[in-house]
């Protein structure tokens, strides 16, 4: 991948040598400024000047003259500024969008290592970062390069003194200003990280704080977040100190340099210095080179803290998706291509760092069929629905959705089959309509259809606290909604969507008996009848209206039929069966009491 700091300086190469260019002609101007009015003051003076041999010997034409130059020079100053700030601008947007592609490509497996707070922190702080290159590290090192390069120049041409002394000072200055500025900028960088760090924890604390306040945990992240920042002050107050030091060396620069100027000029000057030339020379020292010493440890502060950030991008994008090696192993059976499936799968192997999770996986699942997948929790049956979405590192050796050959595709090409309800439905801070159509600003025209997908699925608007109806604002997350409002919402979103394959993650778990028997009649064996369905459950009640059984156990399909053949031949599936109930009826026991 070619680097960020490749991208960042040679992107649009005209905009950075114009950026240059006007760097380099304020310089020019700005150092041309003194030298105009050094020609004033001595035909003032009556001092002969060099500009007598073009015939030039108006004063008011050597005033006016400076006068230009120093106004040029600012102007092309803030033209610098202005086209460094466009640039990093639209660098932000490059980068932001590249870092959006890249978290949508990212499967589960691969973010689960990844805390909220860190993708915050690279789109909050790192994208800012990485341009600041652009819109401070190259017109601050350009308005410091130049002025730098060109005054030792201009002095020792206008007052006949050597360059080494000068030049001598200016590199032991820019040696102690480089010290400075990589110490702050390891200081930035620890500010950076230490925020994310903050973030993450703070965001952890939101999305969960009525589990923490109910569990009593208040304390303990409170704690957590407290700890952080006080580490993150310190850093911030060794920040603050530094960049004071480099402050106060900035401001006491051009009187040194003053000092060394004037002492040169004493020891090795070859003639009178006139009052022009006195004036002059304050000017470039004094003034001039004012800004570009004050910028130079600010400079290299910004180049280290940028560089860290396009460090930090580079290593996110870099980023891939867990991969699955080939077992090696032999489908059992081949997919019996003449026959029309909506689903075939055949050798599905998922590895997660040394755990081998599913295990030679091989199933047809024809048009229309529905099937439940059951099994002990842990035994692979969510990772499997997340598997033929595309979103883990799952190898298959064969993969097909109807005739498409799944593995030849884009993940997002293979995820338009399929409709997916979680077992923890998404809710976002939007109204009752726009969750289910899963769009804002949704035309009003379709309410009917809105309304339709939400009686299916048996939620009823004039008997679930839903006071303006479809117009009602859900909190985020679905905070004022329940569990099972949560999941049929869900459903009737998966509804109004109409994909041709289901996949249902134990998507009626919050449901009570007499709702789930509801949907199943309105929705899973009414609307949906003609759509292939996965259910993943753990409700017995179900397994005798589905089409077929997958039944799990560590990662493999050890059986597969209807329900009355499973309990029939299997006995691992009878004691799953007996133990399922034994937990139903101790749960309804439990709320029972607790009523």
Known sequence: MRSLFFEVVFTRPYARLIILACSLFAAVFGILGPFFQKEFIDQLTGVETKLHLFQVSSPLWFILSAFLCVLGSLALSQLTNYLSAKEALHMQRVFAERLYAKTLNLRVDTMSHRPVGEIVSLYATDVQGATVFLDQTLPAGASTLFPLLISPFAISLLFDIPLWPTVTVMIGITCVNSFLAFRQSRFFFNFKQLAAERIGLVNEWIQNIRTIRILGWIHHFEAGIFAKREVETRNRVLMVTNGQIMNAISSSITFILNVVTLGSLILYSKHTMTSGELLALLWIVGIFLTRPFRQMPWFFTFAFDSWTSLKRLEEFFSTQNNQTADTGEVPSEQAALDEKFALQVQGLNLRIGSRHILKNMNFNIKDGEFVAVVGEVGSGKSLLLLSLLRETGAHFHSYRIGSLNALQQEPNSVRENFAYVPQEGFIMSATLRENVAFLYDIDPDRDNMVEESLKLAQFE???????????????????????????????????????????????????????????????????????????????????????????????????????????????????????????????????????
């Open 461 to 595: 608007l004039s008997t679930e606290r839903v006071e303006k109806g479809l117009g009602t604002e859900i909190g985020e997350r679905g905070v004022n909604l329940s569990g099972g409002q949560r999941q049929r919402v869900s459903l009737a979103r998966v509804h109004f969507h109409n994909a041709p394959i289901m996949l249902l993650d134990d998507c009626l778990s919050a449901v009570d008996v007499d709702t789930e028997h509801k949907l199943f009649e309105s929705l899973l064996m009414g609307a949906w009848a003609n759509r292939t369905r996965l259910l993943v459950t753990h409700r017995l009640s179900a397994l005798n209206r589905v089409d077929r059984i997958l039944f799990l156990e560590e990662g493999r399909i050890i059986d597969q039929g209807t329900f009355e053949e499973l309990l029939a031949r299997n006995e691992k599936f009878r004691e799953y069966t007996t133990t399922v109930a034994k937990e139903a009826t101790a749960q309804k026991e439990s709320e029972g009491s607790r009523g």
